[in-house]
């Protein structure tokens, strides 16, 4: 199991001081007053974007290979869309807008209609970058085209290629082009179906809730419960439906491993991935949310627990978001963004630290896994990028295309 991740061997919390008497650079860096920290942050940050970009060769392509947000061109223009709210660099801004274009000509047709994997996430970003360019016939050409979507016969109900990676790009929309752009009536059926689906498969008196992804009833936030809970609580739900929802995320807690982390799928009794994707930090996020939407304490302190494992086993042999220490650390930004406790900031910045300080090395010898499409936004560098530049402003961070 210990060769999935490093140790951590960085103090619990570190009290932030002007002077340091630390011996190795990763340690100076912790003990940094956190302005400073996220100012090398920023630096590192804007470089590796400036990498990402050069690197993918989309800058003068008209069409993208791979349109997605999880390993190709439309990953890119979300971190361009990033850079440009920390540079307010109009040059970002115009360059996000072309990335889009050539993956709206590569994702047409496409059966795929997810945020993260498909069509919806290259329409709702469009949109999102036309209203900041101020563009009303580009914005509406994104709606029409987002509202042309359809939803193909026996979609799944999951986060990547199912309906609840749908249901959140209209979330998306909503909050950034504004309420109502998306109306429920696109949506409710939608969500209705989700429910539906759900209760099918629930063992009844257990879990009221439950889904299947190719033959398997994942817990996980990419394929499963975890995510799907997410995107629902962004719904209009009936109260029937909310306590569907509350009911599933109990039954998630209480059948978790005594380790606070959580099985990947049901009945797995395998305890050993820590990812965003599976296991327990995709589900913090979820309980974050839970704790918010439900006022109820049993979702805090099981977000608690999971960000300890976390802590402890989450500095994984992988840079991105999706299954590397950059998802990981936004853990900690959650809860830190949920209670003010600077423990949280000083946990986001120590996994933030260790890579500025030790990734590029432990990449270049071989001991990280630089990603199977090592620039990407889920896999690889561009994630990376996008934890650097949220750094700089932890109060508005975000997960990519998880947290709105
Ligand atoms: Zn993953």
């Known amino acids: 199991m210990a060769d999935r991740f490093f140790p951590n061997d960085m103090p619990d919390f570190v009290q932030e001081t002007e002077i340091t008497a630390s011996d190795s650079t990763l340690h100076k860096l912790l003990s940094l007053p956190y302005p400073k920290a996220a100012e090398r942050l920023l630096r590192a940050g804007l470089d590796l974007s400036e990498t990402v970009v050069k690197e993918t060769g989309i800058r003068y392509a008209s069409h993208a290979k791979d349109p997605t947000l999880y390993t190709g061109a439309l990953g890119t223009a979300f971190l361009l869309l990033k850079k440009y709210r920390v540079t307010n660099s109009r040059s970002d801004l115009d360059l996000c807008r072309d990335i889009v274009k050539a993956c709206d000509s590569a994702s047409r047709g496409s059966r795929h209609v997810t945020f993260i994997c ?77 429910i539906r689906e759900g209760r099918k498969l629930s063992n009844k008196g257990s879990c009221p809730l439950m889904y299947e992804w190719h033959g398997k009833k994942y817990w996980g936030a990419a394929h499963g419960l975890a995510g799907i809970m997410h995107v629902l609580m962004d719904m209009e739900l009936k109260p029937e439906e909310r306590e569907y929802v509350k009911g599933t995320l109990l039954y998630m807690i209480k059948n978790r491993f005594p380790s606070g982390n959580y099985p990947s799928s049901e009945n797995s009794e395998t305890d050993r991935l820590v990812h965003w994707c599976h296991g327990a930090p995709g589900i913090t996020l979820t309980l974050v949310k839970a704790a918010q939407v439900f006022g109820d304490e049993r979702f805090f302190k099981a977000a608690v627990d999971a960000a300890e494992v976390v802590w402890n086993r989450g500095l994984l042999r992988r840079v991105g978001i999706c299954h590397g220490i950059s998802g990981n650390a936004y853990v900690f930004l959650s809860l830190y963004r949920l209670t003010g406790n600077a423990e949280y900031l000083y946990r986001a910045k120590a996994f933030a630290c260790f890579l500025l300080d030790r990734a590029h090395q432990l990449v270049s ?30 109060t508005e961070s975000r997960f990519p295309a998880y947290e709105l």
């Open 365 to 394: 010898t071989g001991q990280m896994h630089g990603g199977d499409n090592p620039l990407s936004l889920f896999e690889g560098q561009g994630g990376m990028a996008y934890l650097f530049l949220d750094m700089t402003s932890p």
């Open 118 to 194: 498909g069509r919806a996430g290259v329409c709702a970003l469009g949109a999102v970058v036309a209203k900041q360019l101020g563009d009303r016939k580009l914005l509406d050409y994104y709606l029409r085209s987002f509202k042309e979507i359809t939803l193909p016969i026996g979609v799944p109900n999951e986060l990547l290629y199912g309906r609840a990676g749908y249901l959140w790009a209209c979330s998306f929309l909503n909050k950034h082009i504004g309420v109502g752009t998306i109306p429920s009536t696109y949506t409710d059926s939608i969500v209705k179906e989700v």
